[in-house]
């Protein structure tokens, strides 16, 4: 379905479909500790799109020619569930899956002291459980919840946000009427991940943007990131007070 709802006034100010600001967030909520079998669990939700991460590990590689005597190995596994979307798409695994499945683990390794477990891996099953555009940047967030919930030892969270332009307009955090807005030069999504101290670690993009304005771009995603990180940083800080009482 195309929705075309984002429009420039009379004024000339560009507006978005659901009325945000150009650095506007959806709303957030995130917690962590939600699923009790898993060593780290997280839950985060931007605005429509769920995600809920669950960390298994780290623990002895299986089978063992797949252990790496140098370092642990992280394995993500990213499912966008069948009922997460209106149409109706076919369970399970599928390329889009697993490409995103890939950038989630590269996404996590840096701020991972993998050297610290040889031959062991960590699990990551991160599940969208319902889906408005920026699964993988939710995913990536719950996911890094989750493993510091699990008390795998990070250099810092991960936090990741998209950017993007809508025709001319840069905006943060698109949905997916934004995702679909085909006016004038159309919608360029760039999914951007960073370290506590605003070092990218994962970035990509899908449109079509002058340098200029990725720069632009980049540095609204790094702010945006600041305020995610803080939220990440209650829900797990929540978490431990919760235990205390
Ligand atoms: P992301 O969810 O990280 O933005 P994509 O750009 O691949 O990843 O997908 C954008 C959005 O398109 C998804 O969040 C989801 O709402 C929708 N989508 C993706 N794949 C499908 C599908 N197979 N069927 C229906 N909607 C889909």
Not at 60 to 69: A, D, E, I, L, T
Not at 178 to 195: A, K, N, Q, V, Y
Not at 220 to 235: C, Y
Request: glycine share 8%; aromatic share 4%.
């Amino acid at each position: 379905m195309t929705t075309k709802k984002s429009e420039t006034k009379s004024s000339g100010k560009f507006e978005r479909p659901d009325g945000r600001k150009v650095n506007e967030l959806r709303p957030i909520w995130a917690k962590v500790g939600v699923v009790p079998n898993a060593d780290g669990s997280a839950i985060y939700a931007s605005g429509d799109t769920i995600a809920i991460a669950a960390v298994y590990g780290p623990k002895q590689m299986h089978p063992q020619h797949s252990q790496n005597p140098e370092k642990g190995t992280l394995r993500c596994t990213y499912l966008m569930n069948s009922f997460s979307v209106n149409e109706r798409i076919k369970p399970g695994p599928n390329r889009r899956s697993m490409e995103i499945s890939k950038i989630t683990e590269w996404a996590l390794e840096p701020v991972l002291m993998l050297k610290d477990f040889p031959s062991q891996v960590i699990d990551v099953h991160i599940n969208i459980i319902q889906a408005d555009a920026g699964t993988r940047c939710a995913g990536i967030n719950a996911a890094s919840m989750a493993l510091a919930h699990a008390g795998v030892p990070m250099k810092s969270l991960v936090t990741s946000v998209s950017a993007g332009k809508l025709d001319k307009t840069l905006v943060i955090d698109l949905d997916k009427e934004e995702e679909d807005f085909e006016e004038g030069e159309g919608p360029t999504d760039i999914p951007l991940s960073f370290t506590g101290d605003g070092k990218i670690t994962h970035m990509q993009l899908d449109g079509k943007i002058s340098p200029a304005q990725l720069k632009e771009a980049v540095e609204m995603a790094r702010e945006s990131a600041k305020e995610i990180h803080k939220i990440q940083v209650k829900a797990l800080k929540d978490s431990v007070e919760g235990d205390k009482k």
